[in-house]
Nanobody, 119 residues
Framework: QVQLEESGGGLVQAGGSLRLSCSAS????????MGWYRQVPGKQRELVAT???????TYADSVKGRFTISRENTKNTAYLQMNSLKPADTALYYC?????????????WGQGTQVTVSS
């Protein structure tokens, strides 16, 4: 079992910045991919950014050039640096981890952290 702890959400004005953190803990696990997704009420959860264990990243077109995902493998932690925030970025942001636990691979979701961008 892997537990995820997210932090860093909040209220910010348009043009501002926030940094989200996602830390994974548990026993006998190996993280493959870490990522951030977001969801607004009435819409499907969408991918924001992912990063693999060897540092390969993917981004949604809507955040390219503004958001940066990174990770510290020794701390099992991923970060999402969000710059030039827009009201359209307002959402509940979820951390997702794909990890191997004693062989099999599972995916885990965090509880979510709210990001609100005011105009």
């Amino acid at each position: 079992q892997v537990q995820l702890e997210e932090s860093g959400g909040g209220l910010v004005q348009a043009g501002g910045s926030l940094r989200l953190s996602c830390s994974a803990s548990g026993r006998a696990f190996s993280i493959r991919t870490m990522g951030w997704y977001r969801q607004v009420p009435g819409k499907q959860r969408e991918l924001v950014a992912t990063i693999t264990s060897d540092g390969n990243t993917t981004y949604a077109d809507s955040v390219k050039g503004r958001f940066t995902i990174s990770r510290e493998n020794t701390k099992n932690t991923a970060y999402l640096q969000m710059n030039s925030l827009k009201p359209a970025d307002t959402a509940l942001y979820y951390c997702k981890v794909i990890a191997s636990v004693l062989g099999p691979t599972y995916q885990y979701w965090g509880q979510g952290t709210q990001v609100t961008v005011s105009s």
